[in-house]
């Protein structure tokens, strides 16, 4: 399956760019151009220039008849949500989930995410925050011929990345490069499969 990277055109569209990505590898009919990423923005975000609701990223995705699972590990999400910056978007989320009736699979152990996650050909979509600035984003991840690759919208660029399981399931403090960004895994991903 071929990897796509598309560059976000607004500081907040992560979430488009990565949505885009997924059902173009998914080889599914979809305008490849900066008008559909912005359309795509327009009908996830929460508010103008505000950050994508969870429930409408499903839909989204839903609309191209692709399956998705919200999977979320309680013990990261824990850590993040007891802290101030956190505690707000966290609750929003919450809300925004709840208020759309979508189910949360929640995962508590050692390892809560595998390689399994990754079987049927599986696109991840991880909710990750900026190191420092405390901001989340959007990566897409895949896995193919055993190795991980993940696709940065901020700068646009797609690279191998050995570690990733490691990152998702190891300390939530650990701080990770992505395509020249460092970021923490907030511990909630979108499994999205055909």
């Known amino acids: 399956m071929p990897r796509y990277e598309h560059k976000q055109l607004e500081q907040k569209s992560c979430g488009a760019s990565s949505i885009m990505c997924t ?7 979809m305008n490849w151009d900066d008008a559909n990423a912005t359309r795509i923005y327009r009908n996830i975000q929460k508010g103008i220039g505000e950050e994508s609701l969870m429930s409408k990223m499903v839909a989204e995705l839903k609309k191209h008849g692709l399956t998705v699972q919200l999977i979320e590990d309680e013990d990261r999400t824990g850590v993040f949500k007891s802290l101030p910056a956190f505690s707000g978007p966290y609750s ?19 390892d809560p995410f595998k390689v399994d996650d990754f079987k049927d050909s599986a696109r991840i979509l991880l909710v990750v925050i900026i190191d420092k600035q405390y901001l989340t984003h959007w990566v897409l991840a895949r ?6 690759y993940v696709m940065n919208p901020d700068p646009g660029k797609n690279a191998e990345m050995p ?17 020249g960004v460092k970021y923490l895994f907030a511990g909630i991903i979108l499994r999205v499969t055909k």
Do not use: H, N
């Open 23 to 29: 059902v173009k590898e998914f080889s599914l009919p």
């Open 92 to 110: 929003d989320y919450r809300s925004d989930v709840s208020g759309a009736s979508l189910t949360i699979e929640t995962r508590k152990s050692s």
């Open 143 to 148: 896995r193919e011929g055993g190795k991980y």
């Open 163 to 179: 570690d990733l399981l490691t990152w998702m399931t190891g300390p939530a403090t650990d701080v990770k490069d992505v395509c």
